[in-house]
């Protein structure tokens, strides 16, 4: 059977795979919601839901940094990878032992098209199916929840020394503005660096959002964003409903409602 990734990747698989190793933890988190937990065989140490994840699976690295010879001892069907989790030279080195889908996404759009892609290949069309309506149902009551709410200025912070924010081509980018928030570095691509002179200057900012991952901000972090911008509003939030696409979504758009 051959399958086409995000990438436009071919894949060709000869049985549907049996034994799953996931690179992502929000992939393996869908996968779970799919009705594959008996299907994974190889996790990373960041694949931290459901909770014992990682008790049940093997861990075989990171989402950088792979253990080859546990992958080898599990003898995965496929491999399931991200083009921004994981690097290209991982994909590479595994592809010439195993078959690998690499997802690419950056709107909510192109998260759906995954879990589809999922439910062809896991043989878990139906699941997807109920997955994906029930995400399309959460999002259309969301917009319609912010449609007349007032814009606000707003960054999104994901790490300190050196202070990094969210630009545009990001999965965090287009949730912001499904939020109607104005992204004040989202002609940026990525994640830019800023400097603490540059921040200092953000006097027209309504929200900074100071997210919990990669880095993990906490009130000490939001009172020193503070004193260098007294006059805006910080908030933590959890950074996982922001960057954590599949399945995740479908409790998102609730957690969005309290941010306004």
């Excluded at 999002?139 to 630009?167: C, H, N």
């Excluded at 800023?194 to 901000?217: A, G, N, R, Y």
């Excluded at 910080?234 to 998102?252: C, H, M, T």
């Amino acid at each position: 059977m051959m399958y086409t990734d995000q990438l436009g990747r071919a894949i060709k698989v000869s049985v549907t795979p049996m034994r799953i190793v996931s690179l992502v933890p929000s992939q393996t988190e869908l996968l779970v919601t799919l009705g594959l937990s008996d299907a994974i065989v190889g996790v990373t140490k960041f694949c931290v839901h459901p909770d014992a994840i990682r008790k049940e699976k093997k861990i075989v690295g990171g989402t950088k940094n792979i253990h080859l010879d546990k992958i080898r001892e599990l003898n995965p069907d496929i491999i399931l990878c991200n083009k921004e989790e994981n690097t290209k030279e991982i994909v590479e080195i595994l592809e010439k032992q195993y078959p690998v889908h690499v997802s690419d996404i950056s709107t909510v759009e192109e998260s759906l098209e995954l879990i589809d892609q999922y439910g062809e290949i896991f043989k878990k069309a139906d699941q997807a199916a109920i997955l994906i309506s029930e995400i399309r149902s959460e999002l259309k009551s969301f917009l319609e929840f912010v449609k007349d709410k007032p814009q606000k200025k707003i960054a999104y912070f994901i790490w300190r020394k050196p202070w990094m924010v969210t630009g545009k081509g990001t999965f965090i980018h287009h949730l912001l503005e499904v939020n109607g928030f104005i992204n004040m570095f989202g002609t940026q691509n990525r994640y830019p660096e800023i400097s603490e002179e540059q921040l200092s200057k953000l006097k027209d900012l309504d929200l900074v959002l100071l997210s919990s991952e990669p880095f993990p901000f906490s009130e000490e972090h939001k009172n020193e964003v503070l004193k260098m911008l007294p006059d805006t509003k910080v908030i933590l939030v959890d950074g996982e409903y922001f960057s954590w696409y599949g399945s995740r979504l479908a409790q998102a758009f609730r957690y969005f409602r309290t941010l306004h």
